[in-house]
């Protein structure tokens, strides 16, 4: 069957917010309102920052402000792998911060089990599978690098497994593996709006109050140290914000010189039958993922379907964010015909979802984190692609920041760590932000071209700490 015609009769829209048990939007905030502490944005980093603080402290008044709905943007549209790693990989935070590592991954491993235990603490069904994560080589070059960070992986404390040939190909079979290294551990699989729909009950519960279809569009001080967050039809003033509204445009305009939005695309196949999932084994459901710089990432869904995601990471000039951007059939046709690739054995298989959204992306491919106004606002962002995850560590950092539940003036461990206090080297100006982003990209496609060889511009660019690679 044309690959293309697996597309036919897809709709183009998140699968994960097409469920009909999507919560129906809650008002919007009308006229003016005080708080503790305010929250701009529901997508992850704000809910987790507005459920950690009703934990850390019962009584602070909590406010959430979100402009669309609760879990409408990256929250709501990835592919819900939930990871420890809050450096980006091993190989990132090596590269990086090595004398912090072992504190980082322990942190790591920490936030990924207290998750798990928050969602059943509080009843949340967001489809939680503890199965790990493989990381699939198709070419013979990407062994070499599998061994390398399962080297590394085991001084750090984890236990991956190197898997040969046959080994992957009996969990997952697919002619173009020819191995794999797989962590148990370190990635839950998720539904990601799920996700965010449950940590909003959970905040509601606590007596946070959430406002949606609320865009906060001025802040400012007023004379006496609080922050004013004004929207279209209210305001909020808080002793304290946080802001989580990742890469849309800040209300920090310093924040503007370090992130650009690259837009991501997935897709979902229709229910497998019992025999297409005999074909392809996958018994364990662990998250996939290709070892090329330009990977693909890909999962079993609660009922049997297929998320396709990957490849294509599209920056438009000017950190343009429109909507007709999340719909690119280009990459869609480049999708599908990789995915038949991978699984000769699913033909006939037909896509039912395709989609597209921005991810906050900076030069150290992890969040960074500051504060302004005197530390009455907080701020964590850039996590990259590996969010779902760390921001609920984004959050505690933020909270941390403001001092939420703790002494004046306190430290934590999470606020000495020189990952936490240093900021990734901002993005040059356009049109030099487009032509090297660019640039970057064409580089790494020729770097999986060779052998994984890297040229002179991303040798230059390592050099600098802005490696970039899978």
């Known amino acids: 069957m044309n690959a293309l015609k697996a597309l036919t009769h897809a709709e183009p829209s998140s699968y994960w917010l097409t469920d009909p048990s999507r919560p129906e939007p809650g008002a919007a905030l009308a006229g003016r309102v005080t708080c503790d502490l305010a929250v701009v944005g529901g997508g992850y980093t704000g809910l987790w920052t507005a459920l950690r603080a009703k934990e850390r402290d019962p009584s602070l008044d909590v406010v959430v402000l979100e402009a669309d709905r609760v879990g409408g943007a990256a929250s709501g549209r990835n592919g819900g792998f939930c990871a420890a790693s809050l450096t980006h990989g091993i190989g990132n935070g090596l590269d990086r911060w090595p004398e912090e590592m072992p504190v980082l991954e322990r942190l790591g491993r920490e936030n990924l089990a207290a ?6 603490r509080y009843g949340v069904d967001a489809e939680w599978e503890l199965t790990g994560e493989m990381d699939v080589a198709t070419e013979e070059w990407q062994m070499k ?15 991956p497994s190197l898997l040969g040939t046959d080994e992957v190909r009996a969990e997952v079979n697919s002619p173009t593996y020819v191995g794999a290294l797989w962590d148990r551990e370190g990635v839950a699989m998720v539904n990601p709006a799920k996700l965010a729909w449950g940590l909003a009950d959970a905040c509601r519960s606590l007596g946070v109050r959430i406002y949606e279809n609320t865009r906060v569009t001025s802040l400012r001080r007023e004379a006496s140290g609080n922050l004013r967050l004004g929207g279209a039809y209210g305001s909020v003033t808080a002793r304290k914000v946080a802001l989580g509204t990742g890469v849309f445009p800040p209300l920090l305009k310093r924040l503007r010189h370090f992130l650009v939005p690259v837009y991501d695309y997935a897709m979902v196949t229709e229910p497998l ?28 869904t609660s009922d049997d379907r297929i998320l396709w995601g990957g490849y294509d990471a599209i920056y438009h000039f000017g950190n343009d964010l429109r909507s007709d951007l999340e719909r ?5 046709a480049t999708l599908s015909q990789h995915f038949f690739t991978t699984f000769p054995q ?30 009455r606002l907080a701020y964590a962002v850039g996590y990259t692609g590996l969010g779902v995850g760390a921001t609920r560590f984004g959050a505690d950092v933020m909270l941390d920041r403001l001092g939420v539940g703790l002494a004046r003036g306190e430290e934590t461990e999470r606020t000495r760590l020189r990952m936490v206090r240093t900021k990734p080297v901002p993005f040059p100006p356009e049109p030099l932000r487009y032509a090297a982003i660019e640039l970057t990209r064409r580089e790494i496609a020729r770097a999986d071209r060779n052998g994984g060889r890297r040229g002179l511009w991303l040798k230059t660019l390592d050099r600098f700490g802005l490696g970039f690679d899978s």
């Open 115 to 120: 998750i798990g235990e928050t969602l059943e």
């Open 145 to 159: 690098d599998l061994q390398e960070v399962a080297d590394r992986a085991a001084e750090l404390g984890w236990r």
């Open 328 to 332: 690119r059939p280009e990459t869609f």
């Open 273 to 300: 039958t019992p025999e297409q999932r005999a074909a392809i084994g996958w018994r364990n459901r662990q998250g996939l993922g290709d070892s090329a710089n330009q990977f693909h990432y890909y999962r079993l």
């Open 346 to 375: 699913l033909e006939g298989v037909q896509f039912t979802h395709t989609w597209g959204g921005v991810i906050d992306t900076c030069s150290r491919f992890c969040a960074f984190f500051g504060t302004a106004y005197d530390d």
